[in-house]
């Protein structure tokens, strides 16, 4: 008798809907909550409390050997938190333009992702069943993180849409890259990367209007309640797809 190994079960998410909605809901939410800490407290050690929280977080999510929606979705909304003040201090504090620093982080993309494939053979999402795997996804979705923060920055601020707009904008650029999959134009690894990026200048810039004054063109609502609101909305999201799929038989 041939005896049957275990398949390796994959470590991160399919890209179904609801995978969407929480990507996006975790850039707004790393957007509003990330200068809302800035803006209150001390930047330094803000930003290397964070990066401690960061790294906890994502060394948890590479030491398990599947996927596990709570932990998973802690690391993305680090990233999320953390990322936004890796490109604010690239603009701020060292004073790089974001049409600078967007096509340098574009570059470290496309640099994460050569090297991925040259050593794995493939950068579909689907066969993250390896802590190698794990390393080069997560530099991967950083990467994605730190350009489309720049990105949104770029279109928000230096070309002057704005907040709304270049949300709007954005928006408009991933309803082409979904007819363009649809319309099998371009495969499904490069439909799901391209739009893991735009999703972030999505969120971001949403959080942007909702939580800025109405003097930078926002509805002034305020950082933290956005942070608030996002963290339930989350919250919510996460708990409703980690419910195990109970049969209807065993639930009468």
């Known amino acids: 008798m041939t005896a049957v190994v275990p398949t390796a079960e994959n470590r991160v998410p399919d890209p179904t809907p609801s995978f969407w909605l929480i990507k996006v809901l975790t850039t ?14 001390d930047p330094v050690p803000t930003v290397l409390i964070t990066a401690v929280l960061f790294a906890a977080v994502l060394a948890a999510q590479l030491s398990v050997r599947r996927y596990i929606p709570w932990v998973y979705w802690t690391a993305v909304s680090m990233v999320g938190v953390f990322g936004t003040m890796v490109a604010d201090v690239v603009h701020v ?25 040259r050593v794995e053979g493939t950068v579909d999402v689907h066969g993250t069943t390896t802590l190698r795997r794990q390393v080069f ?11 489309g923060t720049a990105a949104g920055d ?3 601020s230096t070309f002057h849409l704005g907040y709304l707009g270049a ?32 999703t972030r200048p999505v969120g971001a810039s949403f959080a942007d209007w909702f939580g800025v004054s109405h003097e930078r063109g926002g509805l002034a609502l305020g950082t933290g309640l956005v942070s608030i ?24």
């Open 28 to 41: 707004g939410m790393g957007e509003a909550l990330s200068d809302f800490l800035v803006m209150r407290f």
């Open 93 to 117: 504090a060292l004073g790089v333009p974001y049409a600078v620093s967007a096509p340098v982080f574009l570059v470290i993309l496309l640099a994460v992702f050569v090297v991925w494939r």
């Open 137 to 147: 996804y997560w530099a991967a979705v950083c990467a994605t993180f730190a350009m």
């Open 154 to 156: 770029l279109v928000a």
């Open 167 to 198: 949300g709007l904008l954005f928006i408009v650029v991933m309803a082409v890259v979904v007819a363009t999959r649809l319309g099998k134009l371009i495969g499904p690894v490069t439909a799901f990367w391209t739009a893991y990026v735009l």
């Open 229 to 252: 609101v996002g963290l339930i909305a989350i919250a919510i999201a996460v708990a409703a797809t980690a419910r195990p799929n109970v049969p209807a038989a065993a639930r009468a």
